[in-house]
Protein backbone atom coordinates (compact mmCIF):
# COMPACT_ATOMS: atom_id res chain seq x y z
CA UNK A 1 0.00 0.00 0.00
CA UNK A 2 1.39 3.59 -0.73
CA UNK A 3 1.76 5.92 1.79
CA UNK A 4 -0.23 9.36 1.46
CA UNK A 5 1.99 11.99 1.17
CA UNK A 6 2.78 13.96 4.49
CA UNK A 7 0.48 16.43 5.60
CA UNK A 8 2.14 20.06 5.23
CA UNK A 9 1.71 23.01 7.96
CA UNK A 10 -0.19 25.42 5.52
CA UNK A 11 -2.94 22.61 6.22
CA UNK A 12 -3.83 22.61 9.84
CA UNK A 13 -2.82 25.85 11.02
CA UNK A 14 -4.29 29.38 10.96
CA UNK A 15 -1.91 31.11 8.94
CA UNK A 16 -1.78 34.54 10.40
CA UNK A 17 -0.95 33.17 13.88
CA UNK A 18 2.67 32.56 14.12
CA UNK A 19 3.70 29.03 15.29
CA UNK A 20 7.27 29.60 15.81
CA UNK A 21 6.84 32.40 18.61
CA UNK A 22 4.56 31.32 21.92
CA UNK A 23 1.68 33.82 22.49
CA UNK A 24 0.94 34.96 25.95
CA UNK A 25 -1.79 33.72 27.93
CA UNK A 26 -3.43 33.16 31.38
CA UNK A 27 -4.09 30.50 33.41
CA UNK A 28 -7.53 31.49 34.81
CA UNK A 29 -8.63 28.31 37.34
CA UNK A 30 -6.71 25.36 38.11
CA UNK A 31 -8.27 22.51 39.40
CA UNK A 32 -6.71 19.54 40.84
CA UNK A 33 -7.32 16.54 39.20
CA UNK A 34 -5.21 13.50 41.04
CA UNK A 35 -2.40 13.42 43.49
CA UNK A 36 -0.29 14.03 40.10
CA UNK A 37 -2.53 15.47 37.62
CA UNK A 38 -3.91 19.22 37.09
CA UNK A 39 -6.46 20.70 35.11
CA UNK A 40 -5.21 24.25 33.98
CA UNK A 41 -8.05 26.90 32.37
CA UNK A 42 -6.00 28.96 30.05
CA UNK A 43 -6.96 32.07 28.51
CA UNK A 44 -5.13 33.51 25.32
CA UNK A 45 -3.68 37.38 26.31
CA UNK A 46 -5.59 38.22 22.80
CA UNK A 47 -8.84 37.08 24.17
CA UNK A 48 -9.19 35.39 20.69
CA UNK A 49 -10.05 31.63 21.12
CA UNK A 50 -7.27 29.07 19.95
CA UNK A 51 -9.09 27.93 17.39
CA UNK A 52 -8.56 23.85 17.54
CA UNK A 53 -10.04 20.79 17.02
CA UNK A 54 -10.17 17.93 19.65
CA UNK A 55 -6.79 16.19 19.46
CA UNK A 56 -4.47 18.70 18.21
CA UNK A 57 -1.94 19.68 20.98
CA UNK A 58 0.16 23.31 21.90
CA UNK A 59 3.40 23.30 22.92
CA UNK A 60 3.19 25.46 26.48
CA UNK A 61 6.15 27.15 27.69
CA UNK A 62 6.92 27.63 31.37
CA UNK A 63 9.45 30.80 31.77
CA UNK A 64 11.96 30.16 32.18
CA UNK A 65 12.25 26.82 32.47
CA UNK A 66 11.09 25.39 29.18
CA UNK A 67 8.40 24.18 26.86
CA UNK A 68 6.11 20.82 26.56
CA UNK A 69 3.35 19.05 24.28
CA UNK A 70 0.08 18.64 25.92
CA UNK A 71 -3.10 17.92 24.32
CA UNK A 72 -6.23 20.00 24.00
CA UNK A 73 -8.06 18.96 26.70
CA UNK A 74 -11.38 20.53 25.86
CA UNK A 75 -13.71 21.40 22.92
CA UNK A 76 -14.22 24.57 21.64
CA UNK A 77 -17.53 24.78 22.32
CA UNK A 78 -17.98 28.81 21.23
CA UNK A 79 -15.57 28.86 24.67
CA UNK A 80 -12.44 31.65 24.36
CA UNK A 81 -10.87 29.63 27.41
CA UNK A 82 -9.43 26.12 26.91
CA UNK A 83 -8.73 23.02 29.41
CA UNK A 84 -4.61 21.53 29.82
CA UNK A 85 -4.94 18.38 31.73
CA UNK A 86 -0.84 17.97 32.91
CA UNK A 87 0.78 14.88 34.97
CA UNK A 88 3.75 16.19 37.01
CA UNK A 89 6.46 14.65 35.48
CA UNK A 90 9.71 17.09 35.07
CA UNK A 91 10.92 20.15 34.89
CA UNK A 92 8.38 21.96 32.50
CA UNK A 93 5.47 19.86 33.87
CA UNK A 94 6.40 20.51 37.92
CA UNK A 95 6.80 24.28 36.90
CA UNK A 96 3.82 24.13 35.20
CA UNK A 97 1.89 22.42 38.75
CA UNK A 98 3.32 25.28 41.05
CA UNK A 99 1.34 28.17 38.96
CA UNK A 100 -1.49 29.64 40.39
CA UNK A 101 -4.53 31.11 38.52
CA UNK A 102 -3.19 34.28 37.40
CA UNK A 103 0.17 33.06 36.41
CA UNK A 104 1.38 33.48 32.91
CA UNK A 105 2.99 31.24 30.68
CA UNK A 106 3.03 30.94 26.65
CA UNK A 107 1.02 29.12 24.33
CA UNK A 108 2.22 27.82 20.58
CA UNK A 109 -0.44 26.14 18.91
CA UNK A 110 -2.68 24.79 18.38
CA UNK A 111 -0.42 21.84 16.48
CA UNK A 112 -1.10 18.49 14.61
CA UNK A 113 -3.81 16.96 12.90
CA UNK A 114 -6.66 16.17 15.63
CA UNK A 115 -9.78 14.11 15.10
CA UNK A 116 -12.05 14.57 12.21
CA UNK A 117 -14.94 14.87 14.14
CA UNK A 118 -17.35 15.09 10.52
CA UNK A 119 -15.91 11.54 9.53
CA UNK A 120 -17.51 10.14 12.60
CA UNK A 121 -21.02 11.86 12.12
CA UNK A 122 -23.39 9.20 10.59
CA UNK A 123 -21.78 6.40 12.45
CA UNK A 124 -21.57 3.95 15.60
CA UNK A 125 -18.81 6.02 17.61
CA UNK A 126 -16.73 3.44 19.87
CA UNK A 127 -14.04 5.93 22.36
CA UNK A 128 -11.64 4.23 24.13
CA UNK A 129 -9.65 5.70 26.62
CA UNK A 130 -6.68 4.25 29.29
CA UNK A 131 -5.34 6.54 32.16
CA UNK A 132 -4.63 9.98 30.60
CA UNK A 133 -5.36 9.06 27.41
CA UNK A 134 -8.65 10.63 28.50
CA UNK A 135 -6.99 13.96 28.13
CA UNK A 136 -7.29 14.36 24.41
CA UNK A 137 -10.83 12.50 24.08
CA UNK A 138 -12.37 14.52 26.84
CA UNK A 139 -12.88 17.15 23.86
CA UNK A 140 -13.60 14.78 21.35
CA UNK A 141 -16.88 13.46 23.87
CA UNK A 142 -17.66 16.97 24.14
CA UNK A 143 -17.95 17.70 20.34
CA UNK A 144 -19.62 14.23 20.31
CA UNK A 145 -22.32 15.23 22.81
CA UNK A 146 -22.80 18.35 21.97
CA UNK A 147 -24.67 17.47 18.35
CA UNK A 148 -25.34 14.34 19.81
CA UNK A 149 -28.23 13.86 17.25
CA UNK A 150 -24.86 13.63 14.28
CA UNK A 151 -23.69 10.61 15.63
CA UNK A 152 -25.66 6.74 16.08
CA UNK A 153 -24.62 4.87 19.02
CA UNK A 154 -21.83 6.43 21.52
CA UNK A 155 -19.95 4.14 22.76
CA UNK A 156 -17.79 4.86 25.63
CA UNK A 157 -14.73 2.72 27.48
CA UNK A 158 -12.23 4.39 30.01
CA UNK A 159 -9.96 2.83 32.45
CA UNK A 160 -7.78 3.59 34.92
CA UNK A 161 -5.09 1.60 37.30
CA UNK A 162 -7.10 2.16 40.17
CA UNK A 163 -9.61 4.71 41.16
CA UNK A 164 -7.19 7.31 43.04
CA UNK A 165 -6.05 7.69 38.85
CA UNK A 166 -9.67 8.31 37.70
CA UNK A 167 -9.78 11.67 35.96
CA UNK A 168 -13.12 13.81 35.28
CA UNK A 169 -14.96 12.36 37.61
CA UNK A 170 -17.87 14.67 37.55
CA UNK A 171 -17.97 14.66 34.08
CA UNK A 172 -17.97 10.92 33.94
CA UNK A 173 -20.51 10.94 36.09
CA UNK A 174 -22.56 13.03 33.59
CA UNK A 175 -22.22 10.50 30.78
CA UNK A 176 -22.77 7.78 32.84
CA UNK A 177 -26.50 8.97 33.41
CA UNK A 178 -27.49 9.98 30.07
CA UNK A 179 -29.68 7.39 28.27
CA UNK A 180 -27.68 8.27 24.87
CA UNK A 181 -24.32 7.28 25.60
CA UNK A 182 -23.17 3.70 26.84
CA UNK A 183 -20.66 4.35 29.41
CA UNK A 184 -18.23 1.53 30.25
CA UNK A 185 -15.37 2.18 33.21
CA UNK A 186 -13.31 -0.44 34.47
CA UNK A 187 -10.24 -0.33 36.79
CA UNK A 188 -7.61 -2.82 36.66
CA UNK A 189 -7.01 -4.09 39.96
CA UNK A 190 -9.41 -4.78 42.32
CA UNK A 191 -9.43 -1.75 45.17
CA UNK A 192 -11.03 -1.12 48.21
CA UNK A 193 -12.78 1.60 47.47
CA UNK A 194 -14.26 0.58 44.58
CA UNK A 195 -17.11 -1.82 43.56
CA UNK A 196 -17.34 -1.43 39.35
CA UNK A 197 -15.85 -3.40 36.99
CA UNK A 198 -12.19 -4.75 37.47
CA UNK A 199 -10.19 -5.76 34.64
CA UNK A 200 -8.12 -4.27 31.94
CA UNK A 201 -9.68 -1.91 29.34
CA UNK A 202 -10.08 -4.93 26.51
CA UNK A 203 -11.98 -6.90 29.36
CA UNK A 204 -14.80 -4.71 28.77
CA UNK A 205 -15.10 -5.53 24.67
CA UNK A 206 -17.49 -8.52 25.69
CA UNK A 207 -20.37 -6.57 27.67
CA UNK A 208 -20.80 -4.63 24.25
CA UNK A 209 -22.32 -5.75 20.77
CA UNK A 210 -20.95 -3.57 17.87
CA UNK A 211 -22.09 -3.51 14.11
CA UNK A 212 -18.61 -3.66 13.21
CA UNK A 213 -19.41 -2.31 9.76
CA UNK A 214 -21.28 0.99 10.78
CA UNK A 215 -18.28 1.74 13.43
CA UNK A 216 -15.69 3.91 13.84
CA UNK A 217 -13.39 3.11 16.89
CA UNK A 218 -11.34 5.69 18.42
CA UNK A 219 -8.47 4.76 20.64
CA UNK A 220 -5.89 7.02 23.32
CA UNK A 221 -3.91 5.07 26.17
CA UNK A 222 -0.58 4.21 27.47
CA UNK A 223 1.90 2.84 24.07
CA UNK A 224 1.10 -1.31 25.49
CA UNK A 225 -3.00 -0.61 25.38
CA UNK A 226 -3.04 -0.35 21.59
CA UNK A 227 -1.49 -3.68 20.56
CA UNK A 228 -4.73 -5.45 23.27
CA UNK A 229 -7.37 -2.75 21.83
CA UNK A 230 -6.65 -3.25 18.25
CA UNK A 231 -6.61 -7.06 18.29
CA UNK A 232 -10.13 -6.71 19.67
CA UNK A 233 -11.45 -4.38 17.88
CA UNK A 234 -10.07 -6.50 14.69
CA UNK A 235 -12.16 -9.41 16.56
CA UNK A 236 -15.38 -7.53 16.55
CA UNK A 237 -14.84 -6.80 13.09
CA UNK A 238 -13.74 -3.30 13.11
CA UNK A 239 -11.87 -2.27 9.88
CA UNK A 240 -8.39 -0.85 10.27
CA UNK A 241 -9.43 2.76 8.40
CA UNK A 242 -12.41 2.78 11.05
CA UNK A 243 -9.63 2.58 13.75
CA UNK A 244 -8.67 5.92 14.51
CA UNK A 245 -5.28 6.30 17.17
CA UNK A 246 -3.78 9.45 18.69
CA UNK A 247 0.41 8.79 19.53
CA UNK A 248 2.32 10.17 21.85
CA UNK A 249 6.13 10.76 20.93
CA UNK A 250 8.84 12.77 22.59
CA UNK A 251 8.61 16.52 20.58
CA UNK A 252 10.54 19.82 20.79
CA UNK A 253 9.41 22.01 17.79
CA UNK A 254 6.30 20.76 17.54
CA UNK A 255 6.35 22.03 13.46
CA UNK A 256 8.07 19.28 11.93
CA UNK A 257 11.46 20.74 11.59
CA UNK A 258 13.38 19.18 14.33
CA UNK A 259 12.77 15.42 13.48
CA UNK A 260 12.68 14.47 17.37
CA UNK A 261 9.04 12.85 16.58
CA UNK A 262 10.01 10.99 13.36
CA UNK A 263 8.04 7.72 12.66
CA UNK A 264 9.47 6.19 9.85
CA UNK A 265 8.72 8.86 6.87
CA UNK A 266 5.76 10.99 9.14
CA UNK A 267 6.15 13.35 11.43
CA UNK A 268 3.68 12.77 14.57
CA UNK A 269 3.36 16.50 15.18
CA UNK A 270 2.65 17.25 11.83
CA UNK A 271 1.11 14.70 10.39
CA UNK A 272 -0.46 13.51 13.57
CA UNK A 273 -1.00 12.92 16.62
CA UNK A 274 -4.30 11.49 15.51
CA UNK A 275 -3.71 8.82 12.54
CA UNK A 276 -5.93 5.93 11.02
CA UNK A 277 -4.69 2.28 11.76
CA UNK A 278 -4.72 1.66 8.52
CA UNK A 279 -1.45 4.41 8.12
CA UNK A 280 -0.02 2.83 11.33
CA UNK A 281 0.73 -0.73 10.71
CA UNK A 282 2.72 -0.12 7.95
CA UNK A 283 5.25 2.01 10.27
CA UNK A 284 7.03 -0.13 12.27
CA UNK A 285 8.13 2.27 14.77
CA UNK A 286 4.80 3.30 15.20
CA UNK A 287 3.11 1.08 17.79
C1 LIG B 1 1.31 15.21 21.38
C2 LIG B 1 1.56 15.09 22.87
C3 LIG B 1 0.53 15.36 23.73
C4 LIG B 1 0.73 15.25 25.11
N1 LIG B 1 -0.31 15.55 25.93
C5 LIG B 1 -0.12 15.51 27.26
C6 LIG B 1 -1.19 15.88 28.13
O1 LIG B 1 -2.30 16.23 27.70
N2 LIG B 1 -0.94 15.87 29.47
C7 LIG B 1 0.29 15.49 29.98
O2 LIG B 1 0.44 15.49 31.20
N3 LIG B 1 1.30 15.12 29.18
C8 LIG B 1 1.14 15.13 27.83
N4 LIG B 1 2.17 14.79 27.01
C9 LIG B 1 3.46 14.38 27.62
C10 LIG B 1 4.23 15.62 28.04
O3 LIG B 1 4.59 16.34 26.87
C11 LIG B 1 5.51 15.25 28.81
O4 LIG B 1 5.14 14.65 30.02
C12 LIG B 1 6.33 16.50 29.09
O5 LIG B 1 6.93 16.94 27.89
C13 LIG B 1 7.41 16.24 30.12
O6 LIG B 1 8.14 17.43 30.25
P1 LIG B 1 8.93 17.77 31.58
O7 LIG B 1 9.84 18.92 31.28
O8 LIG B 1 7.99 17.94 32.71
O9 LIG B 1 9.75 16.45 31.82
P2 LIG B 1 11.32 16.23 31.57
O10 LIG B 1 12.05 16.93 32.69
O11 LIG B 1 11.65 16.58 30.17
O12 LIG B 1 11.41 14.67 31.72
C14 LIG B 1 11.15 13.97 32.94
C15 LIG B 1 11.15 12.50 32.67
O13 LIG B 1 10.04 12.14 31.82
C16 LIG B 1 10.52 11.54 30.60
N5 LIG B 1 9.68 12.07 29.52
C17 LIG B 1 9.52 13.35 29.17
N6 LIG B 1 8.65 13.47 28.14
C18 LIG B 1 8.25 12.22 27.84
C19 LIG B 1 7.36 11.67 26.86
N7 LIG B 1 6.69 12.40 25.94
N8 LIG B 1 7.22 10.33 26.84
C20 LIG B 1 7.89 9.54 27.73
N9 LIG B 1 8.72 10.02 28.67
C21 LIG B 1 8.90 11.33 28.73
C22 LIG B 1 11.95 11.96 30.49
O14 LIG B 1 12.71 11.00 29.77
C23 LIG B 1 12.41 12.01 31.94
O15 LIG B 1 12.69 10.72 32.42
C24 LIG B 1 2.01 14.86 25.63
C25 LIG B 1 3.05 14.58 24.75
C26 LIG B 1 2.82 14.67 23.38
C27 LIG B 1 3.94 14.37 22.45
Redesign the pocket.
Known sequence: MAFSPPKTPIQQVEPERDLYVPQPAKVVNVVEQTATEKLFEIQLASGEALGHQPGQ?VQVFVPPI?E????L?SAPNGRTSFA????R??????ALHRLEAGATIGIRGPL?HGFDVEELKGHDVLIVGGG?GL??LRGLIQAVLAEREAFNRVVIFVGFKSPTEILFRDELAQWEARDDVEFHITIDRPHPDWSGHVGVITTLFPEVEFGAARTKAVIVGPPVMYRFVITECRLKGIADENMILSL????RCGVGKCGH?QINNRYCCLDG?VFKYSELKFMWEAI
Request: glycine share 12%; charged share 20%.
Open positions: FGAPISALVVRIGDVTSGIVPERRMCP
